[in-house]
Structure formats: structure tokens, C-alpha cells
């Protein structure tokens, strides 16, 4: 007599997607701004993951729009020119030259590869800056920092480094409404005609409170917020992040991430998630499963 019992493995899939059933009927027709960088962008496998993930989450009617960073790839070919860097408080001081180097590896080399890979796993992507049809508009950025022998902090000329100071949406939900996934580089046009540089982090942030995005991850390189035992914490709001700031626990890095998540949600994103880009399937795990797998942000 054969056993027609289907096996545990195949039983354990079909809960899993019985599981994500509710959040594929919430987050329909939602939009999900990603934010991707970080050394998961170097690693072939995880490149493979994360484009299958954008290409899954457009199928199922949610719509993923990806900004991308690009510093160490930005640091490597400066280094391959000769080009020396400089920072202030992690922002690089942008010269001409810098910044058009910056715009050539940003907006050429890894937006179009991010491209391909959506391509290959299925996907239809464009690849666009925030200087295409007035996407962001952006404007330098004043930087400072300490002055060593005054003990006061000094103006530093960051030269072409800015900020968004005003995102014009409609591009994006065109491409959207098209079945294209948009895959946005950090760089913005001044109202001085001016190219800027911005940090991906905050230009994502900025898109994402401006198209009312349902959730803003923030790929980066650690699991997310950890307590001082080293223990993810999975839920934060502005209070807790300020007490939890006050006491040390989030220091260096985590700042201003947290502070470009509160800015986020605050204008109006319903949730920012920071999240382990090195994981594999990571952003699928926090958005379809009940335990999540990132820190969690929300008002």
C-alpha cells in the first residue's frame, strides 16, 4: 500500500505561504522603498537574492522602489585614479572631478548592474538618478566639524555634497504603474544647475516620505538595533530611540540611520524596518512571517 502523505518539507512550504497570506493581502498595491548598499551589493549570491525578492514582491502586487548607495565602489575608483578622499564626519568632500567620478559610478556602472540583475531574475527595472525629469531636487549641504584647537566646531566647504530639498514623485508612480521596478542612484540637480551627491540613506528616506511608502528598509551591514546584552531589538518609536541614544546604547553609525527612520515616519512613511542586507531572503522574512527579522521603526 503506498503512502500518499505529502512529506514535512513540502507540508512545512505551504504553511509558510498560508502564513504570509494576510500580509500579501495587506501590503497590496502598497509601496516599499529599499534602500540597498552596504557589502551585500558585493557579494554575487546576496545580489541574486535581493533582486528575487524585488521581482517577488512585484509580482504579488506590492510595488518596490530601490535606492542605491555606493561608497566603497565610489572609494575604489578614486583610488584606481589617483584621486585622493577626504571626510568630514562621514560625509566625502566632493570636488568637481570627485563628483563626476561619483556620478559615472553611481548612476552608470551600479545602477545599470542593479538593473541587470532584476532583469535576470525575471523582473522588468529602469534605471534613473534624481536629476531625471526633476526627481530631487537637492541643495548643498553647509558641513562642520570640530576645530581641534578652538574647541568649537568650524564650516567645512563639502563641496558638491546636498541634501533633497524636494522630491517630484511622478516619475516613479509611472514606472510603477507600468510594472517597472525603479532603481533610483543618489545623485540630485540643484536650482544653481549644480550636480550634488547625496547620501543614500537620506535621499531613500526622503522618497520614501514622499510617496507615503508603506514600509522604508534600510539594507545595511548589521542585524539592526542591538541592546547592550547584543540582543536585536524588533520594535522602536522616536521616545525609546532618544532614551536608548541618551544612555549609549545606540552610538557611532546606528545614529543617523535611526534619525533618517524617525524623519521617515514622522513625515508620513507608515513604518522604517533597518535590516541585515548579508541575510538571505532577510526583507522577505520581516515582511511575510510573524517574528520579522530586522529593528522596526515606527511612530
Given at each position: ?33 529599499v ?35 555606493g ?50 531574475a ?82 531613500a ?43 549609549g ?36 522574512l ?14
Open positions: 500500500m503506498t503512502n500518499h502523505d505529502p512529506d514535512a518539507a513540502l507540508l512545512a512550504k505551504a504553511e509558510t505561504l498560508t502564513e504570509a497570506l494576510p500580509y500579501l493581502q495587506r501590503y497590496a498595491g502598497k509601496t516599499f522603498v534602500k540597498y548598499g552596504g557589502h551585500a551589493m558585493g557579494d554575487p549570491e546576496r545580489q541574486r537574492d535581493f533582486a528575487e525578492d524585488m521581482v517577488l514582491l512585484k509580482a504579488v502586487g506590492i510595488n518596490p522602489v530601490v535606492v542605491h548607495g561608497g566603497p565602489q565610489i572609494g575604489a575608483m578614486l583610488k584606481r585614479l589617483g584621486v585622493e578622499s577626504q571626510f568630514v564626519n562621514g560625509l566625502r568632500v566632493t570636488d568637481r572631478e570627485t563628483a563626476q567620478i561619483a556620478e559615472m559610478v553611481l548612476a552608470g556602472s551600479i545602477n545599470k548592474e542593479i538593473v541587470s540583475w532584476i532583469s535576470a525575471g523582473g522588468r527595472a529602469v534605471g534613473i538618478s534624481g536629476k531625471d525629469a526633476g526627481l530631487v531636487i537637492a541643495e548643498k549641504i553647509q558641513g562642520r566639524e570640530a576645530d581641534p584647537l578652538k574647541g568649537i566646531e568650524r564650516h567645512v566647504d563639502l563641496g558638491f555634497v546636498g541634501e533633497p530639498v524636494s522630491v517630484d514623485p511622478r516619475l516613479i508612480e509611472s514606472l510603477c504603474a507600468d510594472g517597472i521596478i525603479p532603481v533610483i542612484a543618489p545623485v540630485g540637480i540643484g536650482l544653481d544647475g549644480h550636480t550634488y551627491n547625496i547620501n543614500a540613506d537620506t535621499m528616506g526622503a522618497i520614501a516620505a514622499r510617496l507615503g511608502a508603506s514600509r522604508f528598509f534600510l539594507l545595511t551591514d548589521v542585524a539592526g538595533v542591538l541592546d547592550k546584552q547584543g540582543e536585536l531589538m524588533t520594535d522602536l518609536n522616536p521616545a525609546r530611540i532618544a532614551e536608548l541614544r541618551a544612555d546604547t545606540i552610538s557611532g553609525g546606528m545614529i543617523p540611520k535611526l534619525e533618517t527612520c524617525v524623519s521617515a515616519v514622522e513625515a508620513g512613511v507608515d513604518a522604517a524596518v533597518i535590516l541585515d542586507g548579508r541575510v538571505p531572503h532577510g526583507m522577505l520581516e515582511i511575510f512571517t510573524k517574528q520579522g527579522a530586522g529593528t522596526l521603526v515606527r511612530r
